[in-house]
């Protein structure tokens, strides 16, 4: 059942009162016998159940984020692609790297 605040306007007594929904409102002041007005309060929202959290709306977010990650991706292939001869022999310099670094490896197993 909900709590109602209430005010005299003429002895400005304040109280709280529990009413059902169906109760009529209160009309005189109990102290005074003046007349009574109701007071508006802040009310305490609890959201309960699901599409509450943030990561509920998370979903889209992620898809937007892949798409924009997948269009840099593809202009950072262009860029490096268009550098020419310089980008081929970067990569054969450290295949053959690879290939003594392994050699020694399994010569120091044996």
């Known amino acids: 059942m909900p709590t109602y605040s209430y005010e005299c306007t003429q002895c400005a007594n ?14 005189t ?3 005074c016998s003046g007349r009574l007005r109701k007071l ?12 509450f959290y943030r990561t509920d709306s ?3 977010g992620k898809k937007s984020k892949s798409q924009t ?3 840099s991706t593809s202009e ?4 490096s692609g268009s550098s020419g001869s310089s980008g081929s022999s970067e990569s054969k ?7 003594s670094t392994s050699s020694t ?4 197993a044996v």
């Open 76 to 79: 950072s292939t262009k860029s």
């Open 93 to 99: 310099a450290s295949g053959s790297t690879e290939k």
């Open 14 to 27: 304040r109280f709280d009162v529990v009413q059902a929904f169906t109760d009529d409102a209160l009309t």
């Open 40 to 51: 508006f309060n802040a009310v305490g929202v609890v959201f309960k159940g699901t599409g």
């Open 29 to 31: 002041c109990e102290r």
């Open 105 to 108: 490896t399994a010569a120091a």
């Open 58 to 60: 998370r979903e889209s």
């Open 69 to 71: 990650n997948g269009s």
